[in-house]
């Protein structure tokens, strides 16, 4: 499924030029919010109001509320979190104000409930108020109908933190990734909220299985993607961490690691993120040395 051409799509789409938020159509009845520290979902059912993947980071309030009255003139009656972090939850306080049912996965709640510690970047994020806190929460999956589709939401074991949880439109076959999937520039794994390379690598291939050529893939960051992107994302993931996880068995250093510049072939194409090449290696380094310490074996691939 492509981005809708029709005139009554384009006739939704809304700019809030104030920061950059963007709502773009991706068919009549699902539209995409850049701009807003996170990709956002929105689907639109005009008797049943919006259901919204992700609230995005606090600081774009007003943008995503701009953009969603543009889009439907109607509330949002359910927020799904696909993980805890601020860029996805920011906004949850707002929603959960105006009487969205927040929706996320257990440890998703956890996190959300206590203070945490991001490593990258370095800081403290303090629990979100009860007004922002998931209300309905499940340990495997759920779903629920809005609209004309079914809405199906599906934990995957840890992998970019302990909470992720996938988030499919059945009918549109369109899948909200979360930060499962980084579309063309390197990921952040939070190792310090029981992420892991593998874990990525595992969960990126469980997607694999379920999408097919069709199927339009929503990542956390960067473009809306495909298969084909799903799996270089994978095959990059997978190359990357097997050359580190080899070098580290030879008790390389971080520098030396960096040195052989693992990243290399990828640079051009991934290297545009938030985290360059040699970041990258260096988050990936750190945290497989964090594994070590606390007594879980580094896993060959």
Known sequence: MGIATGSVALRRSALYA????RLTPLNDELALITGAGANLLVHRADDDGLLLVDSGVARENGGIHFVLKNYLAAPVVYLINTHWHPRHTGGN???GNGGAEIIAHVNCLKRLSASQHLTFPDQF???LPPEGLPKRTFVDSGELRHGSDIVQYKHLPPAHTDGDIVV???NANVYHCGDLFYNRIYPYIDYGSGGSAEGMIASAARILNEADARTTLIPGHGTVGVKAELQAFHDMLADVTEKIDTMLRQGN????????????????AWGNGRL???EFVRLLYSGKIRQASAKEPLKAL
């Open 18 to 21: 104030q920061t950059g938020v």
């Open 93 to 95: 306080p707002n929603f």
């Open 125 to 127: 994020v303090e629990p």
């Open 168 to 170: 499919r439109f059945a």
């Open 253 to 268: 250093p971080l520098d030396r690691i960096q040195a052989a510049r693992p990243t290399a072939r990828y640079e051009e």
């Open 276 to 278: 360059s090449g040699g």
